[in-house]
């Protein structure tokens, strides 16, 4: 083929399938206008997502992080309120110990003096039974008939009877 028949070929094919070409490539170039388009606005509502995504992520970051301050405040506030209830409750037991202490030295100096007490009674009572046994015994001796005197009364008596018919 020569050139002339090339370029009548293209000129043929202009006529015949041109205006389609033009057609299709018009078509096509709006076909890419709209997938710019839709690629531009699916694009920007990427960014949106990724924008209001990224934004909920750092509040929730800022919430995690005031969370975890104010339980580690709590908690320090707690250790505190512990340590202070361990040393008020240590500071009460070494009271009431020394109060126990206290108390038992107390209760027995009390006992020493009760004990004391009771056995100076007991021996006061004591000498008083002595003393009251050796008055009673005194007086029974004092009223007791001796054996001489005894036996004289009852020789008197025999010689007595023994005189009388």
Same mark, same amino acid.
């Given at each position: ?35 710019? @388009?839709?690629?531009? $606005?699916?694009?920007?509502?990427? &960014?949106? !997502? /990724?924008?209001?995504? #990224?934004?909920?992520? *750092? =509040? ?9 301050? @104010?339980?580690?405040? $709590?908690?320090?506030?707690?250790? &505190?309120? !512990? /340590?202070?209830?361990? #040393?008020?409750?240590? *500071? =009460? ?21 009760? !004990? ?50």
């Amino acid at each position: 083929m020569s050139s002339d028949q090339q370029s009548s070929l293209d000129q043929v094919r202009e006529i015949l399938f041109g205006v389609q070409a033009k057609e299709i490539s018009a078509k096509f170039g709006e076909v890419d206008h709209h997938f710019q @388009q839709y690629r531009d $606005d699916v694009q920007r509502r990427f &960014e949106g !997502l /990724e924008w209001g995504l #990224r934004q909920e992520l *750092a =509040k929730t970051a800022e919430r995690i992080t005031a969370e975890a301050t @104010q339980r580690q405040t $709590d908690l320090e506030s707690h250790a &505190e309120r !512990l /340590e202070e209830v361990s #040393r008020d409750l240590q *500071a =009460k037991f070494e009271q009431l110990d020394q109060q126990i202490k206290a108390s038992e030295s107390a209760l027995r100096e009390e006992m020493d003096v009760r !004990l004391r007490q009771l056995s100076h009674d007991l021996t006061l009572r004591c000498d008083q039974m002595v003393r009251d046994f050796h008055q009673r015994s005194d007086t029974l001796d004092k009223r007791k008939v001796d054996r001489q005197s005894l036996r004289d009364i009852l020789h008197s008596l025999a010689d007595q009877m023994s005189d009388e018919p």
